[in-house]
């Protein structure tokens, strides 16, 4: 079993910033957290991506609508991932989640259902 735990998340005014961490405890080598990524849900909405990383840290992926504002790397010494969020937006705001699973292909990296272990959220709210 692997647990993820975020925190970071608060209420920031639009163009702000905010990092987001998980730290990952229990079987975390590399086979079961070898993908992180980070999901948002707002009220009413289905959970979407917002971007993952590969064990190596060399590969990225992001959601057209974070790109260029949100970046996301890994500390695979320290069990955890983080997002750094810039230019924070009203639309950004919903409950941001950590998920790891095992290697996956790139086309699986963007879905939820392909992720075998979640955190309990953290709540992000970009408002004036």
């Known amino acids: 079993q692997v647990t993820l735990v975020e925190t970071g998340g608060g209420l920031v005014q639009p163009g702000g910033s905010l990092r987001l961490s998980c730290a990952a405890s229990?079987?975390?080598?590399?086979?079961?957290?070898?993908?992180m990524a980070w999901f948002r849900q707002a009220p009413g909405r289905e959970r979407e991506f917002v971007a993952a990383?590969?064990?190596?840290?060399?590969?990225?992926f992001y959601a057209d609508s974070v790109k260029g504002r949100f970046t996301i790397s890994r500390d695979n010494a320290e069990n955890a991932v983080y997002l750094q969020m810039n230019s924070l937006k009203p639309e950004d705001t919903a409950v941001y989640y950590c998920?790891?699973?095992?290697?996956?292909?790139?086309?699986?990296?963007?879905?939820?259902?392909?992720?075998?272990?979640w955190g309990q959220g953290t709540q992000v709210t970009v408002s004036s």
């Open positions: 998920a790891a699973d095992r290697s996956m292909i790139a086309s699986s990296i963007r879905v939820p259902d392909h992720y075998d272990y």
């Open positions: 229990g079987r975390t080598f590399n086979s079961y957290t070898h993908v």
């Open positions: 990383i590969r064990w190596s840290g060399h590969n990225t």
